[in-house]
């Protein structure tokens, strides 16, 4: 394993349910400090409302939290502008969001390679997209719409999209649910793949087959980690 | 593939919707060009109408019975003939606070040759005239000599060709401009012209005259009021002492049409108003709208690394091309309607409607365009401004 990479400490963030009320608010991450080391793919393990994807979200400088830090490669990432935080997000966090995320305006090639073109980068994209995307088994899918793909195969989109900056972390939320065997195998040797180059990976998921493939395991229960954190 | 190329691709992609906004600005277009440039032409109408009757005071003969009479003649272009003693004339230059006079002389064909309806033919004396001849200045230089009519823009045949009235062959020498006004369908000529017209008819037996000699009648005396007098005092002091006419403020009679061209451009100014409200409404809440279903293509993008600035960056030059297509389809329709339902409109307005001049279409156009372009952008600013407050990972959980 190599140096830490993604670090956060003392993280809380608390949600209201409908009201405004005191008696209404939850904690849904409570006070939680993670460290994600270069090369080490880690997953979080926990019951749906148990706070995995909150803290993801958080980790990724995509939710503010209410209290405690995150730093990427000793930079804290909420005391960056919005400017400077989306530039540092779109080249070194590659994120995987829950659920079908793909945009239905562009191709599969469009959608993959879309994150390289957004703060200015241009070289070798194509070829970057295209191994990507061999890598991934969807090469020809390359100029089919979003609409035409299954999901295993629009999760695999997200994968290659979030690879192609090739960043020092990559956060997935729940990548393999609803996947077959065959979808879940496939994506699961892409992260562990990534983590081998070298790359951070935490792995939010609630299945425990997909989590065999993680080289540390932590638990999560109310907003809390209970198993797993790095001494 | 370029950052900058997304709202193309978006829009392209989801033809329904672009579709959808782009109609809703070109409404939005159409009503403001096409209710403004109606409103501007009623008034540039009247305006008109006012410059061309031109005195402060007419005098017609009592047989012209009723305003009706003489403002079908005067204002709605129904052609009629009627006729006083031209002694009339002096002895209303001697009333006090009449600074000058001027005769008019009405005849109206059943059928001419150049026209397949009756017109009304308007004899002037040019050394007099202060009300036609300045217009017809504009347009025929010289004196207008025996047989030569000048004729309004309505009427067919071109400067140089000829016109028979009652038999008589007239050599049309001018066209006037549109005035917008029922004197677009009317020709004009000197009193020595219409006094041998008005022989030729009697000798055809097309009209009477009443059995009075064309060369000792007129039909209205116009006259034009001293400083310091009113026109309505004049008309009354002719009404109590002159014996078988009918003296009237021309302010007066077209104040009728001045109460409609008022009402028609505040019925035609509410209803650009409604139109306004109405698809500014629906162009907030379509733009809302579609910000509202794309929160989570909104949400992917800054996963990917899009700042709030790109994101507002995409939304508006969507929102800026649909308008600008629509603002641009809305100005173009509204502007082929007016000019082929022009003529329509003034029909069943039944009101002077004369376009603006060229400048003013130009400018009112560009001023629709900016507005109209504006809106969406506009109101997708907001929208996703209201977007951009909201942390990403908060509304991807929300989804």
Known sequence: MGDVVLQGAGLRKSFFRAGRDAARRFDAVADVSVALRSGEMCALMGRSGSGKSTLLNMLAGLLTPDEGTVSLSGQDLYALSDEALSRLRNQAIGVIPQGHTALHSLTVFENVELPCHMHGETTDVHDRVDSLLEKLGIAELSNAYPSELSGGELRRVAIARALVVEPQVILADEPTSDLDDENTELVMNALRAASREGRAVLLVTHEQAAATYADRVMRMDAGRIVEGVEA | ?399
């Open chain 2, 1 to 399: 593939m370029d950052f900058k190329k997304l709202p193309f691709k978006n829009i392209a992609r989801h033809p329904g919707r672009s579709a959808l906004l782009v109609s809703l600005v070109a409404v939005l277009a159409f009503a403001m060009l096409a209710g403004t440039l109606m409103t501007a032409s009623l008034r540039h109408g009247l305006q008109s109408l006012e410059q061309r009757l031109g005195a402060d005071v007419i005098v017609a003969p009592k047989t012209a019975k009723s305003t009706t009479d003489l403002e079908q003649v005067m204002l709605d272009g129904v052609p009629g003939s009627f006729y006083m003693d031209a002694s009339i004339l002096d002895t209303v230059a001697q009333v006090e606070g009449v600074k000058q006079v001027s005769p008019q002389y009405y005849l109206a064909t059943a059928k001419a040759g150049c026209c397949s309806y009756p017109i009304q033919i308007i004899g002037i004396d040019p050394k007099t005239d202060f009300t036609i001849q300045p217009w017809i200045a504009r347009s025929y230089a010289d004196e207008l000599g025996l047989n030569d009519v000048v004729v309004g823009c309505d009427i067919t045949g071109a400067p140089g060709t000829t016109v028979r009235f009652f038999g008589v062959e007239c050599r049309i020498v001018a066209k006037l401009d549109e005035t917008g006004t029922s004197l677009d369908g009317a020709a004009f000529a000197s009193a020595e012209t219409i006094r041998e017209l008005m022989r030729s008819a009697v000798e055809q037996g097309q009209q009477t005259m009443d059995k009075a000699d064309p060369d000792k009648v007129v039909s209205t005396v116009q006259i034009k009021v001293a400083d310091g007098y009113r026109a309505s005092d004049i008309a009354d002091d002719i009404n109590l002492h002159v014996r078988g006419v009918w003296a009237v403020p021309s302010r007066s009679m077209t104040s009728g049409v001045a109460d409609g061209v008022s009402g028609a451009s505040r019925m035609v100014g509410m209803l650009v108003v409604a139109v306004w409200l109405l698809a500014v409404a629906v162009l907030v809440a379509a733009f809302s709208m579609t910000g509202r279903q794309r929160t989570r293509e909104f949400a992917v993008l800054r996963v990917m690394g899009a700042s709030r600035r790109m994101l507002s960056s995409v939304v508006i030059t969507e929102a800026l091309m649909l308008s600008v297509v629509g603002a641009a389809i809305g100005i173009l329709v509204a502007l082929c309607a007016l000019v082929l339902f022009n003529q329509a409109l003034e029909s069943a307005l039944s009101l002077p409607f004369l376009m603006p001049s060229g400048g003013t279409i130009v400018l009112v156009s560009v001023v629709t365009f900016v507005l109209s372009s504006l809106v969406g952008p506009l109101t997708s600013a907001l929208s996703a401004m209201r977007l951009s407050k909201v942390d990403p990972g908060q509304s991807l959980r929300e989804e």
